[in-house]
């Protein structure tokens, strides 16, 4: 049982920061205010090239997850021109009418400035630093730039991908600018400021140009410093990579992610390598809304030419554990979200 000090952090009203939300999004937060601190959400992330994650952890297990984590990445305008093509924004469509939940991510390739030298630093790993000379600092300081004005250029080209999952109905947990104060990442390699002013030029035009009104926004930037506001923020994510076989409930990261705000904002364990243990997050009270759980090698290996489930992170009985324990929800386990009931 939840004492009445930690009970009272899982309870958060589900109003989006978004006053024109549109009734999917308002129902997907209202079922994740529901079940915080109760639930978690089952996740995994796709691949950039192909998908065998779901069936992989679908043989193992029997079931799938309650969460799809997709990625704009090759929908970036520095990679399309370069004849990169992605097929996310379809299946998300197809995941949500089939009853899932969908969240994006955006490795934003860099809109110029393309190192291009192999082998770790060639244009297909433009959103890393290593691999661009772009200087978002600069962008952010002249609205008359080159620079900013690529940044505009790229924020509405993914804005058109985000208008087709609206135009379907589709609620989106949208996660930019991801884990920013490692300065891995162009948009965090310049320190704070200009990544918050970033955040904020994104929420402004997607929510008040592109009037898309569907998209719940999870910050995932994980230093204080970085923090845009709690008007700018619906979910608090954390991406956490321990060791292999290591399946603590990170409660030291949950107890971070608390800290960034006074307000009750849900916890997600936005991206993860091996997946906590549901009995230790009960026990810690560190209970993520959801996880998602890293694709490729997190999951499967090629073994004679075959995809198996991979050890390596997630023993293949841990896995079965979390999948079929009491606290966690998978795909068969959701509501009608279509229909969720509103709060009155």
Request: hydrophobic content about 35%.
């Amino acid at each position: 049982m939840l004492n009445a000090e930690r009970q009272s952090r899982f309870k958060v009203e589900p109003e989006l920061i978004n006053p024109n939300a549109d009734e999917n999004a308002k129902r997907l937060m209202t079922y994740l205010c529901d079940i915080y601190g109760s639930r978690i959400l089952t996740g995994q992330q796709i691949g950039v090239v192909s998908t065998p994650e779901l069936e992989i952890l679908h043989e193992v297990t029997g079931k799938y997850p309650a969460v799809y984590g997709f990625d704009f990445m090759n929908y970036s305008p520095s990679r399309t021109e370069r004849g990169a093509e992605c097929s996310d924004t379809d299946i998300a469509i197809d995941w949500w009418q089939s009853g899932g939940i969908v969240t994006f991510c955006w490795h934003w390739n860099a809109p110029k400035d393309l190192i291009d030298l192999p082998p770790d630093r060639t244009w297909g790993s433009g959103f890393y630093t290593k691999a661009t000379t772009f200087d978002v600092q600069k962008a952010m300081a002249d609205d008359d730039s080159e620079e900013y004005k690529l940044l505009i250029r790229d924020i509405d080209a993914i804005s058109t991908q985000l208008k087709r999952l609206q135009d379907a109905g589709v609620p989106v947990l949208w996660r930019p600018l991801h884990e920013a104060s490692g300065g891995w990442f162009w948009w965090g390699a310049k320190g704070a400021d200009p990544c918050v002013r970033l955040w904020k030029l994104m929420y402004d035009r997607m929510t008040n140009m592109h009037k898309l009104n569907h998209l719940i926004w999870v910050w995932n930037g994980q230093h204080a410093d970085w923090y845009p506001g709690d008007e700018f923020v619906d979910i608090i994510g954390e991406d956490i990579y321990p060791p292999d076989r290591n399946y603590e409930s990170q409660l030291e990261r949950f107890q971070t992610a608390l800290s960034y705000t006074k307000m009750n904002k849900i916890i997600a364990l936005s991206e993860n390598g091996p997946i906590p243990d549901p009995d230790l997050m009960l026990r810690d009270q560190a209970l993520w809304s959801w996880n998602c759980t890293w694709y490729g090698t997190f999951v499967y290996d090629t073994v004679d030419g075959r995809r198996v489930y991979a050890e390596k992170h997630t023993e293949r009985d841990q896995l079965i554990k979390f999948y079929h324990h009491p606290f966690s929800l998978t795909k068969d386990k959701l509501p009608d979200l279509q229909n969720y009931p509103l709060r009155d």
